[in-house]
Antibody, heavy 119, light 108 residues
Framework: QVQLVQSGAEVKKPGASVKVSCKVS????????IHWVRQAPGEGLEWMGG????????VYTQKLEGRVTMTADTSTDIAYMALSSLTSDDTAVYYC????????????WGQGTQVTVSS | EIVMTQSPATLSVSPGESATLSCRAS??????LAWYQQRPGQTPRLLIY???TRASGIPARFSGSGSGTEFTLTISSLQSEDFAVYYC??????????FGQGTKVEIK
């Protein structure tokens, strides 16, 4: 059974950056794709980006291109999502989620990390 | 980019009754559609993938159907734990992995 454990809540000021981690157990990052999905208060789910096995690299939603970076350390099975130039619109719960290679639906989810951007 | 539209926004159902949720795509998806359940304060959970295949551990009262641009999630004999928000997600034209806006199933 795959389990994803994310880092704790963060409070950041506008303009700052945040980095959220996602530790995988029960499988390895070499066998899974990690994606990141966020949910603003009272809103729906928004896919931010994830690992594209065809391209062999992370791909991002156009809305966040240039501000988001997703990386994975296969030696520790920890994935990271970094988001820069934060605004209040980035206040959300951030989830990591897995998919099988080339299958881009999300079968396992982390518990979520609350990121609050406030002056 | 594909637009996913779910209807209705809110569905009021009595326990024991059935619920039918719709998801429409702006372009054909073949059967590359997933459904998720999100209970209040909880993490989303995969219910259905491939439009009609139940994920591991999902009860048989959840069923998915459809192909192309029209999809349906049916929940038969609703139980208390089924009152939640349900999202569809396309993965045919990926990236991005577009979600619908969600349907809230509430107790009538």
């Amino acid at each position: 059974q795959v389990q994803l454990v994310q880092s704790g809540a963060e409070v950041k000021k506008p303009g700052a950056s945040v980095k959220v981690s996602c530790k995988v157990s029960g499988d390895t990052l070499t066998e899974l794709s990690i994606h990141w999905v966020r949910q603003a208060p009272g809103e729906g789910l928004e896919w931010m980006g994830g690992f594209d096995h065809e391209a062999g690299e992370a791909v991002y939603t156009q809305k966040l291109e240039g501000r988001v970076t997703m990386t994975a350390d296969t030696s520790t099975d920890i994935a990271y999502m970094a988001l820069s130039s934060l605004t209040s619109d980035d206040t959300a719960v951030y989830y990591c989620a897995t998919s099988a290679p080339f299958m881009y639906y999300f079968d396992y989810w982390g518990q979520g990390t609350q990121v609050t951007v406030s002056s | 980019e594909i637009v996913m539209t779910q209807s209705p926004a809110t569905l009021s159902v009595s326990p024991g009754e059935s619920a039918t949720l719709s998801c429409r795509a702006s372009q054909s998806l073949s059967n590359n559609l997933a459904w998720y359940q999100q209970r209040p304060g909880q993490t989303p959970r995969l219910l259905i993938y491939g439009a009609s295949t139940r994920a591991s551990g999902i009860p048989a009262r959840f069923s998915g159907s459809g192909s192309g641009t029209e999809f349906t999630l049916t929940i038969s004999s609703l139980q208390s734990e089924d009152f939640a928000v349900y999202y569809c997600q396309q993965y045919n034209n990926w990236p991005p992995g577009t979600f619908g806006q969600g349907t809230k199933v509430e107790i009538k």
